[in-house]
């Protein structure tokens, strides 16, 4: 599985901006797609996962509300709806997918698979 993100970019606070996750190769409905971000100087964060049923989203509570992860599973596409963007959502995003879902959804080391990461930039 080959994963490409894209849609990053500069955006004033208050802002929105949708980032895209096309999966290339094998994907199965049970398996669980990811967002995670890294700012400078800091360790990559959890963002938000689903699996590609649809059958569960799950948040990290900085993003709650204001993100919204979904996807096109004829598109083998994944989506993160970024609303009410605060200069401390600035980082790299990256999309993450692995086989099957796992409780530790929010552990970057359980995901196979990793796009090469979309920068989005938010100013104040």
């Known amino acids: 599985v080959q994963l490409q993100a894209s849609g990053g970019g500069l955006v004033q606070a208050g802002g929105s901006l949708r980032l895209s996750c096309v999966a290339s190769?094998?994907?199965?409905?049970?398996?669980?797609m990811a967002w995670f971000r890294q700012a400078p100087g800091k360790e990559r964060e959890f963002v938000a996962a689903?699996?590609?049923?649809?059958?569960?989203?799950v948040y990290a509570d900085s993003v709650k509300g204001r993100f919204t992860i979904s996807r096109d599973y004829a598109k083998s596409t994944g989506y993160l709806q970024m609303n009410s963007l605060k200069p401390e959502d600035s980082a790299v995003y990256y999309c993450?997918?692995?086989?099957?879902?796992?409780?530790?959804?929010?552990?970057?080391?359980?995901?196979?698979?990793w796009g090469q990461g979309t920068l989005v930039t938010v100013s104040s």
């Open positions: 993450a997918q692995r086989t099957g879902w796992t409780i530790a959804y929010s552990q970057s080391y359980e995901y196979h698979y």
């Open positions: 689903m699996r590609w049923n649809g059958a569960r989203t």
């Open positions: 190769g094998r994907t199965s409905s049970n398996d669980a």
